[in-house]
């Protein structure tokens, strides 16, 4: 008896706080919903429960046999409305280093000249701009056991791309290889002097040097070797029969002041007579 009269009690303390508390929640609910709505626990507290998850589950359709038409139709879908996936990283490295690795292949003087030929030949392709070759005749300079002063002709190959006869004098002006040292041959035309523009009219090849091709320091006799040198050279050309030199684009009478005369286009005859015959 005294313990169904304890628990009795026990469950009418339980009922009255529970009385209280609903007394006091309903006279004080208008400042428990304000602070709620201030404190926003109330929107948080329904947004967990009615929030949808951004990525919803999609059941898989069954597997259908393929065929071909279906396996092309699928293919151009997925080319036209898909997004291209990313390529991983090892495929883009692999991909870097095929191209890397790409050979080129640059051609020899001696292919550029049939190169060219055959591109000629076929009007359809378009010519490459290429170097070609031609075999000139170089004039330097050899001392006789005598003292008297030489001419010796020397062929080499000359690469040019427009105008072989200036590449031919440009390489004359650069003077002898070590082997054509090593012969003895000599080049008497001034180290300073400079093409400055080439031209051939009426069978005459105009040569424009800059002051320094009026000056030798071996005299007389070196401005006239260095003009047999030039004259030689050029007249090799079979457009060329004779030579005009200028200083400058200005047409002069004489190298320097020992009389060699320069003010007429010059032939090898001209020049093969020494100064004072």
Not at 69 to 81: H, P, V
Not at 190 to 196: L, V
Request: charged share 30%; glycine share 4%; hydrophobic share 30%.
């Amino acid at each position: 008896m005294a313990k169904k009269k304890k628990a009795s009690l026990g469950c009418l303390f339980w009922v009255a706080l529970i009385l209280l508390v609903l007394v006091v929640f309903l006279f004080n609910r208008e400042r428990i919903n304000t602070v709620l709505d201030e404190t926003g626990f109330r929107e948080y507290l329904f947004t967990q429960k009615t929030q949808e998850p951004e990525v919803q589950r999609v059941e898989p359709e069954a597997e259908q046999p393929s065929t071909p038409e279906a396996e092309q139709q699928d293919n151009s879908t997925r080319s036209g409305d898909q997004p291209e996936t990313p390529r991983p990283k090892d495929e883009e490295e692999s991909k870097d280093e095929e191209e890397q690795q790409v050979e080129i292949k640059v051609d020899t003087p001696e292919e550029d000249e049939s190169a060219s030929s055959d591109s000629s030949t076929e009007g359809s392709e378009k010519p490459r701009i290429d170097k070609r070759m031609r075999k000139s005749a170089l004039y330097f300079v050899e001392i006789t056991d005598s003292g008297s002063i030489k001419l010796q002709r020397i062929v080499r190959p000359i690469y040019y791309n427009d105008s072989p006869l200036t590449e031919t004098l440009q390489t004359l002006l650069e003077g002898l290889t070590a082997d054509e040292l090593n012969q003895g041959l000599l080049n008497l035309i001034p180290q300073d002097s400079r093409i400055r523009k080439v031209w051939v009219e009426d069978s005459t090849a105009y040569i424009d040097f800059n002051e320094a091709i009026r000056f030798n320091q071996f005299g007389t006799e070196g401005l006239h070797t260095q003009l047999r040198q030039l004259v030689y050279t050029a007249t090799e050309f079979q457009t060329v029969d004779s030579v005009q030199i200028l200083i400058n684009g200005n047409k002069i009478d004489y190298l320097a002041s020992e009389g060699i005369f320069v003010g007429k286009p010059l032939t090898r005859e001209d020049v093969a007579r020494t100064p004072g015959e």
